[in-house]
């Protein structure tokens, strides 16, 4: 009888302690009876967040209310450990110890349910989240020089250049004023990393926080937002130089890269509400989610449609609230799951792919569409060896991932919208994705293919004006008045020499030059016309032939 007893308390012990490493999501029905208001959001959010909002017509609602503290006090009581809260999802993230708390948990009348969202410490495969990312790829000299910059931006020319962000830097455009919140699994030793010591010297990093462990140090942990953090802010002359050195960042951990559970989809929530309430403009994570460790929490190709899973939910909710949001798209293109990862599906969301250094689609890249059918990925830049740094290796070094291509185009994103900071955030986005040298072609590897910041600059220059999905040539104003400044642009999907040629109702020409054109649009000059009439303007090369007619009164 005795051994029986000790059998059970020894099996009891096991129960409890293994439920002990339980977490779960408690879903709560209201904001009723906040104590918040919407007259008075410093209680909230920062002036600077409530600054973006205004600047862009975004009122402020009951989804930028904190979860009712009385709530999560009812939750405290029952004994269960608050470790998150998402103000959006309105949610709160528990640790739970026994199966009572569960139970009165779940009996609170403002809770709606209980989902279990992973297990403290337990790790199915035994191999971390970003170790395939973490292999040196033996370096390539690629540091001779396309045009000439204000920064010298040594192995990192190419990649910078291939998406032209060297013309907006060379526009004054580095990034001074943006903030730029990285969400990831740990900035280890970022804080001592030579390749970023202007960051740190200068007060660049605003605030940092571990959504995971509940504590401000985030270089003590993994590597890989380090290297992620290289990307943008790097800034070694004749080394290399990152796409907005002179940004200011939240640091933010949200991923346990030792487990993979669901639980991290709503850290993600967390901390993007954090980046939105301190004022971020940019949002970028190099993090993806598709399977997990607990095959009932696992996501299917049905899930990336844009409004299923909690981080994308979240992701399209930062947007909403005036945020551009960058995503990696995964590095799942030679894998069994092949698409695109959450939060990558988000509809408001620029999802990142890869190419190489040649800018050849990088087959490890994951693939589109959403399950929806929309363009997934965005666009693409240099994730097949990318120039970057790792806080383990003093020098620059090649490594692959849509890791790597993600925050290139985050920290481009962030100089674009410095350029022009009074458009909004889908209008930055947009005119990144028109661009693209694939926009009116777009496919599932690259979706619009590979941006051109300095075209993206031009095409923002046309305020509301929305370039036909068809057309190749645009022009504005048609009908045009005699005597004022005729705009046209051309969109090229690759780099070609045209002909121009500008002829008048009667067939007499006007103009008639050649030029070279990059991928993506580029304007066309068209000279002051002072008679009335109907005009033509045909582009032509070896790849293309397309006349526009206008009128001038």
Not at 46 to 74: E, H, M
Not at 194 to 214: C, G, H, M, Y
Not at 337 to 348: C, F, L, Q
Not at 494 to 505: E, V
Request: proline share 4%; with cysteine; aromatic share 10%.
């Amino acid at each position: 009888m005795k051994s029986k007893l000790i059998l059970s308390i020894c099996l009891l012990f096991t129960i409890n302690n293994v439920f002990a490493q339980d977490r779960y999501v408690v879903h709560f029905s209201n904001k009723n009876n906040s104590p918040y208001s919407i007259n008075n959001p410093l209680q909230y959010l920062s002036q600077r967040a409530i600054d973006r909002r205004t600047k862009q017509g975004i009122t402020i609602d009951q989804s930028d209310f904190p979860v009712n503290p009385s709530y999560l006090n009812g939750v405290s009581a029952t004994g269960a450990v608050i470790l998150n809260t998402s103000r959006w999802l309105n949610t709160a993230t528990v640790q739970i110890t026994n199966p009572a708390q569960l139970n009165a948990i779940s009996a609170l009348s403002y809770v709606s349910s209980v989902g279990n969202v992973g297990r403290y410490g337990h790790q199915k495969n035994g191999k971390e989240k970003f170790d395939d990312e973490k292999i040196i790829l033996p370096t390539i000299n690629t540091s001779v020089y396309l045009r000439t910059n204000s920064f010298n931006y040594g192995q990192a020319t190419g990649q910078t250049q291939m998406i032209a962000m060297d013309a907006l830097h060379n526009l004054g455009y580095a990034g001074e004023g943006m903030m730029i919140a990285l969400l990831d699994g740990g900035f280890k030793d970022a804080n001592i990393m030579p390749a970023l010591d202007s960051v740190f010297a200068n007060n660049q990093v605003v605030a940092t926080w571990d959504f995971v462990s509940n504590d401000a140090n985030v270089y003590d942990d993994n590597w890989h937002g380090a290297s992620v953090f290289s990307c943008i802010a790097a800034n070694v002359p004749g080394e290399m130089v990152g796409t907005a050195p002179h940004a200011q960042f939240l640091l933010l951990r949200s991923e346990d890269v030792s487990s993979e559970y669901i639980i991290e989809e709503y850290n993600y929530a967390a901390a993007a509400e954090y980046a939105d309430s301190v004022g971020a403009d940019v949002i970028h994570s190099s993090l993806g989610y598709t399977t997990f460790d607990d095959a009932s929490q696992d996501h299917t190709y049905a899930d990336m449609n844009g409004n299923t899973a909690p981080a994308t939910i979240a992701a399209d909710l930062a947007a909403k609230k005036g945020i551009i949001v960058t995503s990696s798209a995964g590095n799942e293109g030679n894998g069994a799951w092949n698409y695109i990862s959450v939060p990558a599906d988000g509809d408001s969301v620029l999802a990142i792919g890869a190419v190489d250094q040649q800018g050849m689609y990088s087959s490890f890249s994951s693939n589109g569409p959403s399950y929806d059918g929309r363009v997934k990925p965005d666009v693409a830049a240099v994730g097949g060896g990318t120039f970057l740094y790792m806080p383990f290796n003093p020098s620059v070094v090649q490594a692959n991932g849509t890791s790597f291509s993600g925050p290139i185009i985050a920290g481009a994103a962030a100089c674009l919208w410095q350029s022009w900071p009074t458009k909004k955030n889908m209008e930055i986005a947009q005119a990144i994705k028109r661009s693209a040298n694939q926009f009116f072609n777009p496919d599932t590897l690259l979706g619009y293919g590979i941006p051109n910041f300095n075209t993206a600059y031009t095409v923002l220059s046309l305020g509301e004006i929305n370039f036909p999905s068809n057309e190749s040539l645009h022009i504005y104003p048609n009908p045009a008045v005699k005597g004022n400044t005729i705009n046209a642009y051309y969109f090229s999907n690759s780099k070609d020499k045209i002909q121009i040629t500008l002829t008048d109702a009667a067939g007499r020409v006007i103009m008639n030059e050649s030029s070279v054109v990059n991928a993506g649009y580029s304007s066309v000059v068209i000279p002051r016309l002072m008679s009335t009439g109907m005009y033509l303007l045909n582009i032509q090369s070896e790849k293309i032939n397309v006349t526009k007619r206008f009128i001038v009164k």
